[in-house]
């Protein structure tokens, strides 16, 4: 899943894709690069950004969708915000990606039951208005795999009770929302754990502040996010050793290969195991 900010102020790359013509040339060149679905979203959720009004995550969005649509990519719209969502799904989206999963907009889950589109429901504790205080005041874990497991479920329960077919669902833990760097860690070593909920699972880590800590230099500067790209493909490899669905990257080949890498090495493992049980 390759990124596509249309906002002024994304952490990663705020303001680059703004114009819906570079917006438009940029989901092209993810395709190129091997992306297999291009997710748009037209508001940022770093801790402390401002939530735009509909009217301006639709026109920022909308636009973009039905032109990547009729270039036949596969696109996701990333909003909280049913009527987003309906919009860019008339438009030609086929998944909608929601940070709060399916809990900050109460029409959401029956949106998507309607529609039939696949949802990701992210893990977070937080609400978007909140500062970065706030969300490290949420990211509180005695066990941090059961408690994020145990809260997505609760999660796809929920959407189940409003209609959505349980196929329709794909899990997202959420790293850095409501969660510290030693929170991420735990969750990356366990993935595996995730496949055990029954769902495909999503994990988008690109360039996130923890690998900027992990990469930090000498002065403990946190690593620029253009120098993130690497580490994040480093983590693609693992999402795919645990079977992972899906990584939302923003830098999309060296991505595709590392899954590709990760893929075939988890073939193996498997096929391995088998082997030496006869």
């Not at 309607?114 to 949802?119: D, I, L, V, Y």
């Not at 795919?240 to 060296?254: E, N, T």
Request: include cysteine; hydrophobic fraction near 45%.
């Amino acid at each position: 899943m390759g990124v596509l900010n249309v906002t002024p102020d994304s952490f990663s790359d705020g303001g680059r894709w703004l114009d819906p013509d570079a917006a438009v040339r940029h989901g092209l060149e993810l395709r190129a690069e091997g992306a297999d679905l291009v997710d748009v979203g037209g508001e940022s959720t770093r801790p402390g950004a401002e939530r735009v009004s509909e009217e301006e995550e639709l026109r920022r969005t909308v636009p973009v969708v039905r032109r990547l649509a009729a270039e036949g990519i596969a696109v996701s719209i990333d909003t909280m915000r049913a009527s987003v969502a309906r919009a860019a799904l008339e438009a030609g989206a086929v998944l909608v990606n929601d940070v709060s999963g399916g809990r900050w907009d109460t029409a959401m889950p029956a949106l998507v039951a309607e529609s039939g589109a696949a949802f990701v429901a992210m893990h977070w504790r937080g609400v978007q208005a909140l500062g970065r205080a706030e969300h490290d005041l949420a990211a509180r874990y005695d066990d941090v795999l059961a408690e994020v497991s145990a809260e997505l479920l609760q999660s796809l329960d929920a959407l189940v009770a409003a209609g959505v077919d349980p196929d329709q669902v794909i899990l997202d833990p959420g790293l850095g929302f409501s969660k510290n760097a030693e929170h991420n860690w735990e969750l990356l070593a366990r993935l595996e754990a995730f496949a055990g909920l029954g769902r495909p699972v999503l994990v988008g880590a690109s360039r996130k502040r923890f690998l900027g800590s992990l990469l930090a230099g000498p002065d403990a500067a946190p690593a620029p996010v253009g120098q993130r790209d690497d580490a994040t493909a480093a983590i693609s490899t693992l999402a795919a050793l645990a079977g992972v669905w899906c990584v939302r990257v923003h830098a999309v080949r060296a991505s595709v290969d590392a899954v590709r890498v990760g893929a075939v090495v988890r073939e193996h493992t498997r096929s391995g195991r088998t082997a030496g049980t006869l």
